[in-house]
């Protein structure tokens, strides 16, 4: 606190303060997590698709002459 009241030179209860307008606000601005729902991931499909995509990358390195392993 002391670090910053010296470098914007203001005093703490205006970064107090701040940091309370900034915290109630940010639902406004971020909306609230409640009640959201995520789809549900199928993790053996995804690594199946970030190993496919791997396999792919290391065929084209080395087709180019890369080797940054």
């Given at each position: 606190m002391a670090r910053l009241t010296q470098e914007f030179d203001v005093?703490?209860?205006q970064i107090v303060d701040r940091k309370k307008q900034s915290s109630e606000q940010a639902v406004e601005v971020f909306g609230k997590a409640d009640g959201i729902q995520?789809?549900?991931?199928?993790?053996?499909?995804q690594h199946g698709k970030i190993g496919q995509q791997t396999l792919q990358n290391d065929f084209l390195l080395a087709l180019i002459g890369w080797s940054g392993r």
């Open positions: 005093h703490q209860n995520l789809a549900p991931v199928d993790l053996p499909v």
